[in-house]
Structures are given as C-alpha cells and as structure tokens.
C-alpha cells in the first residue's frame, strides 16, 4: 500500500508540470498572435497614412489649379467688359457666352455707341442672327423697341432692325442737331456770373470735337453759328472776343473761339473763390411773418394799392395809415423830390419799402 501511496505522489507533480508547460505555450501562441496582428496593423496605418497624405497632396494641387483657373477667368473677364452680363447659350453642342449690349432707348447720341458695340460684339464672338436677336430684344427700350416691335420676332430681320434703328435715331443731321440744341438752351452768361463761362467753354469744345469726329468740320465756318455763340457772352467779353478776331489773318471759325473761349475759362478757374464767385446768387432775406413783402411798382395804380391786406401799415411821409406810394403829399412832390426823399430813408428804389434793395426785391 505504502508503494501505490509513493507511485501516485510521483506520478501527480510531473502532470502539474505537464500542464503548466502547455499553458505557457498556449499564452506565448497568443502572445504572438497578438503581435503579429499588431504589426499587421501597425503596417496598415502606415499605408493609411501614406494615401492620406497622397490625397492631402492631390486636393492642394486641386485647389491651387483651381485658384490659378479662377485669376486667369477673372483677368479674361476684366479684358473683355467688367459690366457685361455673360450669359450662356448652347448652340451645336458648344456653350457661347453673349454679352449684353448698352441700353438703347432711342436717344440719337446713344446710337453710335451702340451700333459700334453690336458690329464687335458680332464680328469678335462671331454671334448669329439668333444670339444677335436675343441681344436686340433685351437690350432696346421704348421708342427704339416701338419702332421696330414686329421685326423682332424673326433672327432673318436683325439687318433690317438695325438699318431701320440707324435712319430713325442715327442720322448725322440728328447728332448735329442734338448739339444745337444743347447750345441754344444754355442760358446767356450775364456780367455778374461769369463763372458760367466755363461750362459755356466746355460746350463749345464738346461741340468742336463732335463735329471733327463726325467728319463735319463745315459746319465749324457757320459765322451765324459763330454769332450765336458769341451772344451768349456778356458784353464786355463780347469785345475782347471782337478785338481778338481783328488779330486773326482770315475769317474767325468756331474752332478759334472755342480755343480763345477755354484760354478765358482758365483764367477764371485760376482766380481766387470769393472773386470767382457768382453774384447772381441773391442771399435770402427773412422777412417777419406778420408783413406781406408783395413787390409793387412806382407807377402803380390806386386800384392795385386798395389790394393791400388788412395789416396796419405806417406811411413814411405823413406818418398815416397807408403805404407811401398812395401818399398824396409824397404824389404832390416832383420826381427829384421824391428821389431825394427816398434815398434818405433808404428804401427799395422798387417798391419804396424798408429792408431790402431793388436787387432782393
């Protein structure tokens, strides 16, 4: 019995040593396993992040194509016109930009502008009779659409719109006489405002090189043009204009006045404000609220006096109750008596009132 008990305790320390040895190769199985999957993933992140960073690159070059495609568009857009408006249109499968054209409503001052702006835009982009009416039907505004409403429906009649603009708002003697009329319009330029001569010098340049563009110099040798324009001058540049004309060789042209004219225009500009001034501008006087200022003439009649309102008024020669020019002791003296009273009490040469002049009154 006492040998089975020996043979047994033997026997059961070897397979506690058995087992521990197989569970310690299980754990360094694992163990392994463990890191072999961790290098697995260690080398996955690392190709992760290599196309991460691919992808980081190929977006940069995107966006910096991107960027240098944006510029160049811009550069191009700023080229062509900053304030067209493009619009697409697909014709045969390609995309045709159209750019709108200036508004037209008719004015004959507007046409040559416009008709230049539809030849470009026409022979540079290359546009059809449709793209072209598209334009026309956009762009024209009301009495220049009016006129040629029913020829907008077809692309064939685009020729026939434009020839029909041109003889109803284009014609040189319409531009000549827009210009005529700017000239007739302007107000003459009295002694007390000669700051209006330089507007008035503006004009008459602005005339002159409207009609050399428009290939019109003979109108320039108008002397009843030129008669006209000197009228508008007050009379004492009147005679600095006649005394210059005396020192020219041959007949005096608008384009010597023009030139003679902006030589006075710029001696005015240079001259000190309050000396350049206008002195047409009248200061405003406040009269009191309980007076009636109505301007009345030296030969007006008693029925106009009786028109008077009902505010009591204190005659300055008798001291009555009516105005001095229904005065009869101020009627019954002479014209130098009266002129001398009325400058004693210092009142309008006009209305014989207190307050003002005859220039405010």
Known sequence: MSRRNNKSSCETPVSSRCQEQTSMQDVLKAIQALQQT?????????????????????????????????????????????????????????GIRLYDLPKFNGNAEQCPLFRASFEDTTKTFKYTNRHNLMHLQECLMHEAKDVVQSLLIYPSNVLAVMKELEFRFGRLDLLIRSQLDKIQQFERVMERNVDSLIALSSLVRNFVAFLSSAKCEQHLNNPILLEQLVYKLPPSKQFEWARHATTLKEYPTIKQFSVWLSEIAKIICLLPQPLCQSKAEKPKITMPATQNYTRRVMYAQNHEMGQENHLEVKCFECAGPHLIVTCEAFLSKNVQQRWVKVKQLRSCFSCLRKGHNVIQC
């Open 38 to 94: 961790v290098n697995e993933v260690r080398a996955e992140t690392v190709s992760n992040r290599e196309d991460i960073s691919n992808l980081r690159g190929q977006l940069a070059n995107d966006k910096s194509v991107t960027h240098e495609k944006k510029d160049e568009i811009g550069k191009i857009d700023q080229d062509e016109d900053e304030r067209c408006t493009a619009k697409v249109v697909c014709s045969g499968g390609e």
